[in-house]
């Protein structure tokens, strides 16, 4: 009912999903390189490596992110979620939403951990993503001009984005008009928060989706270009 706090609920769940994303990952190749460059001087198929590496992460994420809507089926039982999404079960849609993210975020990790040579480093990015993909998220503060351009290439945005479209957020409402209905009824719903990128239509839905594939697609090409520079060239 309250767009603030439907928003920063939203923008928790978010934040639960990419660090579980980063955190599945980001150690994943570092920990193989020196199996990997042995491997790969006896002819190891790097885009088979990345892809075999994509298969069992996206199987984790689905699961990890079946516990997640399952816990928060539980968790709002009873009270006012919207059993109808876009096109189906908001659960459904939360589901699609939340594998999407995590897999854009286990994807991005794979390709931090193609760069560094030991899990100690990998490590030492976990807090440095998760800050900048909260900070540019839209939720924190409005993201104008250069601010804006960041925020677009932010997961975080497009993930809170396919939720509160799920959610119908911008048929919420301030707190200050519902606790003042007397201002509502004066200037209408015309002080009411709407934003474009949380509009409730299926094309607006699809949209972040696509978004949030295409983050995975280009970090996956990026882990495959890395690792045959990166695995060559290593002395080690």
């Known amino acids: 009912m309250v767009f603030t706090d439907t928003r920063t609920g939203l923008f928790m769940i978010v934040c639960i999903t990419i660090f579980t994303g980063v955190c599945n990952s980001i150690q994943e190749i570092c920990k193989e390189r020196n199996i990997l460059k042995h491997e790969y001087m006896t002819n190891l198929n790097l885009s088979a490596y990345v892809v075999s590496k994509l298969i069992v992460q996206a199987c984790i994420c689905a699961v990890q992110m079946l516990v997640v809507v399952l816990i928060f089926s539980i968790g709002v039982s009873g009270k006012l979620v919207p059993d109808k999404g876009v096109m189906t079960s908001i659960r459904i849609e939360y589901y699609i939403t939340l594998f999407l993210l995590t897999f854009a975020a286990d994807t991005f990790a794979l390709v931090i951990s193609s760069i560094v040579k030991n899990s100690y480093t990998a490590d030492t990015f976990i807090p440095i993503i998760l800050i900048v993909e909260f900070i540019f998220s839209g939720v924190l503060f ?67 989706w696509g978004i949030l594939l295409a983050f995975s697609v280009v970090s996956a090409i990026l882990c495959r270009v890395i690792l045959i520079g990166g695995v060559k060239n290593d002395r080690r």
């Open 142 to 208: 409005d993201t104008d001009g250069f601010m804006g351009i960041m925020a677009n290439l932010m997961i975080s945005k497009w993930g809170i984005a396919a939720l509160a479209s799920s959610s119908g957020l911008n048929n919420s409402q301030n707190k200050f008009l519902i606790d003042n209905p007397q201002t509502q009824l004066q200037f209408g719903s015309a002080m009411s928060t709407v934003e474009d990128i949380y509009a409730a239509t299926t094309s607006n839905l699809l949209t972040n």
